[in-house]
């Protein structure tokens, strides 16, 4: 199975609505024309993190969710 992984669409909110960071994770499978899953994701605002451990804390999450997901059915 040939897939990608990408991890972008990444925000940060830090006002009187939240401090959270978005992010959007899409996996795609080549081998299946136009097949993809998406998964958006928050995880608490942490100023100290670069964006390759944004973008790590986002995939590892959409992971999660994926996981949960699967192992309701």
Do not use: T
Not at 42 to 49: D, F, G, H, T, W
Not at 60 to 68: R, T
């Amino acid at each position: 199975m040939a897939m990608e992984i990408e991890v972008g669409r990444i925000a940060a909110i830090d006002n009187q609505n939240g401090k959270v960071i978005h992010g959007r994770v899409v996996f795609k499978d080549y081998e299946v024309r136009h097949d993809e899953i998406v998964v958006d994701v928050s995880i608490p605002l942490n100023k100290e993190l670069s964006l390759s451990e944004v973008e790590a804390q986002i995939l590892e999450k959409a992971k999660q969710q994926l996981k949960g997901l699967v192992a309701s059915f």
